[in-house]
């Protein structure tokens, strides 16, 4: 029987809101599927027809042993979404690509291990036209953690922050803070094999004062996104797709908009390695993806 492995981590399941309501879709669609630890050493993923990638959050810690645990499971078995993806999509380098082909992305400047700091924010703060305010993270990271929000005018703070990250050898995104943030927060949208499924308005995360909004009940409420939001979405994936080369849409993904000082949605992160999908906030939505695993498994059944 053709079984699908649901990755997620040790550590994570506890805290992967989809991962029930999947599971129960699944079970009622009649689509064999299991949950499983990509940290686990017991874990045989070959005798699994398709992994998909869930909530493996904790590589952020570790993405070179992630990426080889990954490099394993594609050697024996489908990898969902593909190897390649993940290499690429775990990284917010992913950006800069994305904006060399036109993709409407929030200005985004990196800093490498190695650069000066205080230059390299002078210079993105230039090149912006001293923004009010900025937002300091690492290229490989998930929610919260070490993203800050600076005033424009707190550079020795941010340029502490800067160094901290870069003296981790970790590679540094800056980004100016959009005030639409704050007044209509951003728009996540999920897709699955390229049609829209749902959206959710997320609440401002990093607060003006340096702390982190906590998920209060309304952090997270059901929205139907905007005819130009999908429009700029479809054309984020299609222009990933076409980026690496897949031959197929991609199973699933989420793209994450805010809109810029003129009104135009901006691509803010793209999840397509392991997003959380907010099923806990849409109807249907669990069901929608339960329904494209079972055509994955039928596919592959039939030999399409």
Known sequence: MHVIALATSVTDLKNDDDMPLLLAACEELGVPAEVCAWDDPGVDWSRYAHVVLRSTWNYI?????FLAWAERVAATTNLVNPLSVVRWASD?????????????????????????????????????GQAAELVVKPTVGSYSKNVKR?????????????????????????????SSVDQVGETNLTYFDRVYS???????????????????PDFRATRVAD?????????????????????????YGRVDLIRGNDGRPLLLELDICEPSLSFPFCDGGAMRFARVLGQLLQSQESGA
């Open 198 to 216: 749902h959206a959710i308005r997320k609440s401002a995360l990093l607060m003006s004062d340096g702390t982190v909004n906590g998920p209060t």
């Open 150 to 178: 600076f005033a424009g005018t707190a550079e020795d703070e941010a340029t502490e922050h800067i160094v901290r990250l870069l003296e981790q050898n970790r590679s540094v995104i800056l980004q100016p803070y959009l």
């Open 61 to 65: 810690e570790c993405r070179e042993e």
């Open 227 to 251: 005819a130009d939001e999908q429009a700029v979405a479809l054309a984020i994936l299609d222009a990933t797709a076409d980026h690496l080369g897949l031959g197929r849409p991609l199973l």
């Open 92 to 128: 917010k380098h992913y950006l800069a690509d994305l904006a060399a082909r036109g993709v409407p992305v929030v200005p985004s400047r990196f800093v490498e291990p190695g650069e000066d700091a205080r230059a390299a924010l002078r210079d993105f703060l230039a090149t912006n």
